[in-house]
């Protein structure tokens, strides 16, 4: 069987669709090494694609950036899809093509776009969201990444259930217990203090302002001694979709307790590792990776109660409602003074991390991937 798979994210393995398409591939090759797979990309250059993996770069028409996307999208994938011979084409992200002659799976990982009216302020984004949401039941199957996400879609698109299957992310296998990691920050971010740590963006839906005012109000009370990280920063001074970061540190009264630090994919783990707590206190999340690579490391976690968090942490972390300060400042002063329940919760969060594996998507994927063919 030879798929074909629209690799637009291929290059891009920080953002979440880049790291579904790489744990993806890697599984199926593990999994299945008979299998074919041709990787399409917007490019010949950038990040080399393995070996094993067949490559076809398309050529880009000189478009504005999101014009030549939706071209690559809608017109290059599924016609490179047929010139290879590919018996199906898998989207690994929301962009379906309208039209495609060789049978279509699109992975889905939220309708984050079509739930809330801050991501599709412009007219260009309005037109694209019509379009693939408008294409989605034009395809053999959807594929979401979470049983909350699959419920999600089902509500917003309005697909028959028996078209939309879900499959489970994984953390990447470099994010595990790292011994010296206190360490290490220590020498190379002069990170000396017990902290909390945030990743995960600064839209906001990420509640980011929730965490900051739960952290305030603990460190004011005494409840905690505690410094907070928050890794990376969102652009600009907000602008209505991102969190006015520097505004709610300013207001928070205990700035100097709170430090924005540039984190690499490969320090991201330290992080984790060095953390005394690590804290998600998103409202919406189509799965929730940075929650189970933080479980994977051995973090003691606090997630709130959104969307597919639940589902992804199990009973591995404390959980707190989205939004409520005062149960995000109580919640945070329990973990930083209970050591005794930041062990057990580390113990619990590596046996729930090791439940999640892309082996395992891959092989459901692959049955997918069967079951159309046959039908086809």
Same mark, same amino acid.
């Given at each position: 069987m030879h798929i074909a798979i629209n690799g637009m994210f291929w290059g891009e393995p920080r953002v979440g669709s880049g790291q579904y398409l790489r744990g993806l591939l890697d599984g199926l090759r593990h999994v299945a090494p008979g299998l074919r797979l041709t990787l399409i990309t917007p490019d010949a250059g950038g990040v080399p694609v393995p070996a094993a993996i067949g490559h076809v770069p398309a050529r880009l028409p000189a478009l504005p950036a999101g014009l030549a996307k939706v071209w690559f999208e809608q017109v290059a994938v599924p016609r490179l899809a047929r010139n290879a011979g590919a018996d199906l084409l898998h989207v690994p992200y929301f962009a379906p093509p309208w039209h495609s002659t060789v049978p279509c799976v699109t992975t889905i990982l939220d309708v984050i776009p079509l739930r809330f009216a801050a991501y599709r302020r412009s007219l260009r984004v309005r037109a694209y969201l019509r379009l693939v949401a408008a294409a989605a039941p034009r395809v053999r199957r959807v594929i979401a990444i979470s049983e909350a996400s699959r419920r999600d879609i089902l509500l917003t698109l309005r697909l028959p259930a028996g078209c939309v299957s879900t499959t489970l992310l994984a953390a990447a296998p470099h994010y595990h217990p790292i011994a010296d990691a206190a360490a290490q920050l220590a020498r190379s971010h002069g990170i000396e203090r017990p902290f909390i740590y945030y990743v995960g963006g600064y839209d906001?839906?990420?509640?980011?302002?929730?965490?900051?005012?739960?952290?305030? *109000?603990?460190?004011? /009370?005494?409840?905690? &001694?505690?410094?907070?990280?928050?890794?990376?920063?969102?652009?600009?001074?907000?602008?209505?979709?991102?969190?006015?970061?520097?505004?709610?540190?300013?207001?928070? +009264?205990?700035?100097?307790?709170?430090?924005?630090?540039?984190?690499? &994919?490969?320090?991201?783990?330290?992080?984790? /590792?060095?953390?005394?707590?690590?804290? %998600?206190?998103?409202? %919406?999340?189509?799965?929730?990776?940075?929650?189970?690579?933080?479980?994977?490391?051995?973090?003691?976690?606090?997630?709130?109660?959104?969307?597919?968090?639940?589902?992804?942490?199990?009973?591995?972390?404390?959980?707190?409602?989205? +939004?409520?300060?005062?149960?995000?400042?109580?919640?945070?002063? $329990?973990?930083?003074?209970?050591?005794?329940?930041?062990? &057990?919760? +580390? $113990?619990?969060?590596?046996?729930?991390?090791?439940?999640?594996? %892309?082996?395992?998507?891959?092989? *459901?994927?692959?049955?997918?991937?069967?079951?159309? $063919?046959?039908?086809?």
């Open positions: 906001q839906r990420k509640s980011v302002d929730t965490l900051i005012a739960a952290f305030a *109000q603990g460190r004011r /009370s005494g409840a905690h &001694d505690l410094d907070l990280v928050l890794a990376g920063g969102p652009p600009g001074r907000g602008g209505g979709l991102f969190a006015p970061l520097d505004d709610l540190i300013a207001a928070s +009264g205990v700035a100097r307790h709170i430090r924005r630090v540039a984190v690499s &994919d490969a320090e991201n783990a330290l992080f984790y /590792s060095a953390a005394t707590i690590c804290a %998600y206190p998103s409202r %919406y999340e189509g799965f929730g990776l940075p929650p189970l690579e933080a479980l994977a490391c051995g973090a003691a976690c606090l997630v709130s109660d959104a969307a597919s968090l639940r589902e992804v942490v199990g009973d591995a972390a404390l959980i707190a409602p989205a +939004g409520d300060v005062a149960a995000w400042a109580a919640a945070l002063a $329990r973990l930083a003074g209970d050591a005794a329940l930041r062990v &057990d919760l +580390g $113990r619990r969060g590596r046996q729930r991390a090791a439940q999640f594996d %892309y082996r395992r998507t891959a092989q *459901q994927t692959l049955a997918i991937y069967q079951e159309l $063919r046959c039908a086809s």
